[in-house]
């Protein structure tokens, strides 16, 4: 038994760029990203590989979080395509035409739904698979049993790989990006620390607060040592806040049980009725199991 968690925020942006023609709706509205999502979707329901027993899709909706209150710098909708902020509710309503089971963030981000939902069910499952590239969800895996998964690149990482890939363990993932910055959250990182010296640093450290501010008193060699530690010295307040911007919460509103996460199937009447108001009609045919 498997439970599927996936970034339906991330498909959601995926298919709105994609290459694949444009769609609008009978009253002549973009809702090429909904309608690609949908086949995405079923593309995950079908796939023998992945054998769906156990789905939950996230989104941010809105975009902002609590975040956005810790830093004024953190990521927001500013600058999303218009077309694409509008179809946010579609994608939740067809979502739910699908019989899968909708993780609607509001103070939250999808991250923190995938990542509530692996500490919560975890146990109770033989395997999470996060279906995310997004890299702070690299502090979610555990062994080969919550393992991360980028469809687009047909790459599962476990925490063998993680390691080798990052050089560090999950543990130490929101103190990376503390440290090294993340562009796509906004997150600006410590001067001169880059992805390699945050990974040889802490692959000894582990964590930010365990880093000595004296490079003398490090037990690893990094280049440019001095101005690191310097920086960091300097920043050492800014660099927590931006380790807890990237740390996921575990409690955010999610589901309370994993039999409300079984999938059975797509509801036949409200997945016709949906690809009718979509006028996806080409979709009626694609499901291959129906709940009835």
């Known amino acids: 038994m498997r439970l599927h968690l996936v970034d339906g925020t991330f498909e959601l942006f995926r298919a709105h760029y994609s290459k694949r023609p444009g769609h609008t709706d009978p009253q002549g509205r973009d809702v090429k990203a909904t309608v690609g999502f949908v086949g995405s979707m079923l593309n995950l329901l079908e796939d023998p590989d992945e054998a769906v027993t156990h789905i939950a899709v996230a989104f941010d909706n809105p975009v902002e979080s609590f975040r956005n209150d810790m830093f004024a710098g953190y990521k927001t909708g500013e600058g999303m395509d218009p077309a694409l902020v509008a179809q946010l509710d579609d994608v939740e309503r067809a979502t739910t035409a699908l019989g899968i089971v909708v993780w609607s963030m ?62 560090i363990g999950p543990a130490s993932i929101p103190d990376w990006l503390g440290l090294m910055g993340d562009s796509a959250d906004g997150i600006p990182g410590i001067p001169s620390w ?12 582990e964590h930010i607060d365990a880093i000595p501010d004296d490079p003398e008193d490090w037990q690893v060699e990094v280049r440019g040592a001095k101005r690191l530690a310097a920086n960091l010295a300097e920043q050492r307040q800014q660099a927590r806040l931006y380790r807890d911007l990237a740390t996921l919460a575990i409690d955010a509103p999610i589901s309370k049980t994993l039999a409300e996460l079984e999938w059975k199937g797509v509801p036949q009447g409200a997945f016709i009725d949906w690809c009718e108001e979509m006028a996806a009609t080409r979709l009626e045919t694609r499901p291959k199991r129906w709940s009835g």
């Open 106 to 167: 509001e103070r939250h981000e999808a991250d923190d739904g995938m990542a509530s939902g692996a500490a919560r069910f975890g146990d109770q499952v033989d395997q999470v698979r996060i279906l995310s590239p997004d890299k702070d969800l690299g502090q979610c895996i555990r062994g080969e049993h919550i393992v991360q998964v980028d469809r687009m690149r047909g790459k599962v990482t476990d925490e063998k790989t993680l390691r080798e890939l990052r050089g």
């Open 194 to 205: 880059g992805a390699k010296s945050s990974s040889t640093v802490l692959a000894h450290y």
